[in-house]
């Protein structure tokens, strides 16, 4: 399942290795498709109500917004709790193409099927 997200196991110490937008796109797929696991983590309150408050911000400004709430709160608890740890996301900027991590990868696709949403391979 790792080597989908271009990760791998490290044991010494034990952990997940990779790119941290791959880790977090791993992360949110395990919790929020195996929801039956007895590893299964749901969002918190605190999580649900940043998701609540954003949701809010964005209709106060009018602005559409095209998104799915229990999703959403899955993205905010992870990111939030990778935060907590101190686990950011590095930007670097690319003149053209696509770089080599899974997430990049599977937006790009869509780009080339001249799709502008999220697509799995």
């Known amino acids: 399942m790792l080597k989908r997200f ?3 196991l490290s044991s010494t110490p034990l952990q997940i290795v990779g790119n ?3 880790i977090r796109l791993f992360f949110f797929h395990y919790y929020f498709y195996a929801s039956n696991s007895p590893f299964s983590v749901t969002p918190s309150l605190k999580d649900k109500d940043v998701i ?3 949701f809010k911000a ?3 400004s009018k602005i559409p917004v095209m998104l799915q709430e229990n ?3 899955y993205w905010a608890m992870i990111i939030l709790q990778r935060i907590q740890y101190g686990y950011n996301v590095k930007l670097a900027k ?3 193409g696509c770089s080599k991590n899974a997430t990049t ?3 790009c696709k869509g780009k080339r099927d001249n799709q502008t949403h999220f697509r799995e391979s």
Do not use: C, H, M, T
Request: net charge positive.
């Open 58 to 60: 964005f209709k106060s």
């Open 52 to 54: 609540q408050d954003i």
């Open 20 to 22: 941290e937008v791959d």
């Open 6 to 8: 271009n990760l791998k």
């Open 105 to 107: 990868s599977l937006l």
């Open 71 to 73: 999703r959403a709160a």
């Open 94 to 96: 690319k003149k053209s």
